[in-house]
Structure formats: C-alpha cells, structure tokens
C-alpha cells in the first residue's frame, strides 16, 4: 500500500525556469514532510522540511507548499539550474509512524540548458 | 565531521546465502535506520536502531536482522537470500535527544547495492 505518491516518474524544464515536484499523501495522520535528492550512485541528501503546522517553507531557490486538505505537496525550485537535474522523493511521517519515512517512488528533473 | 560510510558498497550474493552490511553513523548520532530501495521504487524502512536497540520496524520479514554498536555504528544482517532481495540497501543516521519519535532529517549513506543471484 504506497501511502505516498509521485505520481509523474520524470519532468523535464528549461534552465531558468520554474520546477514543480508533485507528490500526494493518503494517511492524514502524516504530520512532518521531507523532500531529497538524489544523483546517480549517491545517497539521497535533503533538501527541505515542512511540518503540518505550515502551509509553506521557503530555503533560497526551494519552497515546499503543503495542502492538508488536499494531502499535497509540491516543491518549487526556482530558477531552475542544470546541477538540479537528479530523482528527487518526497517522504512523511506521523505519529504512528514508528520512526518509518514513507518515500515515494521519486520525479526524474532533467533542467535543460 | 565524517558523513555515514557503508560497506561493502556492491556484492554479489546467491539465493540461500547470508549477508551482513556495515554502516557508521555521521559523528554525533546515535540513530541509524536501514532503507531498502528497489530498482524504480522510492526507499522502504526496515528498521532503525537506538542505543543499541530496535525502535521501529517495517514489513520485512525476521531474516532481515540489526544490531548497533556502542559507537553508535551498525549491521543489517539478510539470511536465507531471495532474488527480491537485490536491491540498493541504505543506512542514515540521524541525531536524537531521546527515545522519541524521529522528526530531524536523516543524512543518508551512498548505500550497498546486493545482488542476488
């Protein structure tokens, strides 16, 4: 049972502009969110954060939006760069948890330029 | 300050055989968890450890087994290998206060992907 979702394996966007990462959630009880990156042959690194008490946290190039009524989130990166080209997953948890992630299943972002 | 190093970092395996990977923690946390991700697929938890015992498990099966070191270091160990169990196999760590709930970020590995053939 996937409880969170990316639902477009791959996107592809010009150098400069705007990227958006969709990734959706069944379980309301998920509380805390986390996107990573990912290149080739390396462990995922994190990007950013948000917890369900925020609509929207914002760190230089990236914001993360959280819609709990939707069970959405999205991650913007703007202006797109080459160096962002990689597989980025979204993860939550909540209280029941047990201190599991759930990962998505990842987006592919090529930025072209 | 010394990220988190696996190894081996690729190893072939046949089916039946046993498996023990290695991880050590990025100096100054004292939580390890063990993702595995399957070709395609996004990370799935196995289990995490702190202070040296199991705090948190996922759908995996018995044969799947950890242990964590007093250097906060720790193993996954696989026995009796199946082919599903080819897979690239993380470990992150992460700092944690107390025996609560895991809310910081994980620093993860650049994992050790097993092959069973």
């Known amino acids: 049972d996937q409880q969170v979702k990316q639902n477009s394996p791959s996107l592809s966007v010009q150098e400069g502009r705007i990227s958006i990462l969709n990734c959706d959630y069944t379980?309301?009880?998920?509380?805390?969110f986390l996107w990573y990156k990912k290149y080739p042959a390396e462990g995922p690194t994190f990007l950013i954060s948000?917890?369900?008490?925020?609509d929207k946290n914002e760190d230089g190039r990236f914001t993360v939006f959280l819609n709990k009524s939707a069970k959405h989130l999205s991650l913007h990166i703007v202006p797109s760069q080459p160096g962002d080209s990689a597989v980025y997953f979204c993860?939550?948890?909540?209280?029941?948890?047990?201190?599991?992630?759930?990962f998505g299943t990842g987006t592919s972002l090529t930025v072209i330029p | 300050e010394t990220g988190v190093t696996q190894s081996p970092t690729h190893l072939i395996k046949t089916r039946g055989q046993q498996v023990t990977l290695r991880c050590s923690s990025q100096?100054?946390?004292?939580?390890v968890s063990w993702y595995q991700q399957a070709l395609g697929q996004g990370p799935q938890f196995i289990f995490q450890y702190y202070r040296e015992e199991e705090n948190g498990r996922g759908n995996f099966p018995p044969r799947f087994s950890g242990l964590q070191f007093p250097n906060y270091s720790s193993e996954l160990n696989v026995n009796a290998l199946e082919l599903d169990d080819s897979a690239l196999y993380l470990c992150a760590s992460s700092p944690k206060t107390s025996g609560g709930r895991n809310t910081g970020e994980l620093f993860f590995g650049e994992g050790s992907r097993l092959t069973v053939l």
């Open positions: 100096s100054g946390h004292n939580t």
């Open positions: 379980n309301s009880m998920f509380d805390y």
């Open positions: 948000i917890s369900s008490i925020k």
């Open positions: 993860a939550a948890s909540g209280p029941n948890s047990g201190n599991q992630f759930y």
